[in-house]
C-alpha cells in the first residue's frame, strides 16, 4: 500500500485536481467487499506506473463531499483525473486488465 495515497476532501484539490500526472481515485469504503477484492490489484498497478500514474484511495464514510461531488453512488467507483478533470471511469470490481487498459490509455 505504500505507492497508494490516502487522500480526503481536504487535499483532493492538491493531491488530484493540481498534479501534475494522471491520478487515479478509488472510492471505497471499509464494508465494502468489492473495494477490497480490487485492492491488490490497485496496489500492484501502483507499483508498477510508479512516476507515471499516481494512485488514491478515498473512504467515502469519512469524505462525503467529493464522492457527492462527483456523484459516485456504486463501490468501488475508480476516477482517473487528467488535468484536473475526469477521463475515465470503472465501476465495479474488474479484472486488473480492464484497470490497467484504462491506466495505459491515459498515459
Do not use: H
Not at 31 to 53: D, M, T
Not at 63 to 69: M, V
Amino acid at each position: 500500500m505504500a505507492d497508494v495515497l490516502t487522500i480526503g476532501d481536504s487535499d483532493f484539490q492538491k493531491q488530484v485536481l493540481d498534479s501534475q500526472q494522471p491520478v487515479l481515485v478509488d472510492f471505497w469504503a471499509t464494508w465494502c467487499a468489492p473495494c477490497r477484492a480490487i485492492a491488490p490489484s490497485v496496489e500492484a498497478l501502483s507499483a508498477q506506473y510508479k512516476g507515471q500514474v499516481t494512485f488514491a484511495k478515498l473512504d467515502i464514510d469519512l469524505n462525503q463531499d467529493t464522492p457527492q461531488k462527483y456523484g459516485i453512488r456504486s463501490l468501488p467507483t475508480l476516477l482517473l483525473f487528467k488535468g484536473g478533470k475526469v477521463v475515465d471511469q470503472i465501476v465495479g470490481a474488474v479484472p486488473m486488465s480492464r484497470i490497467e487498459d484504462v491506466v495505459r490509455k491515459n498515459l
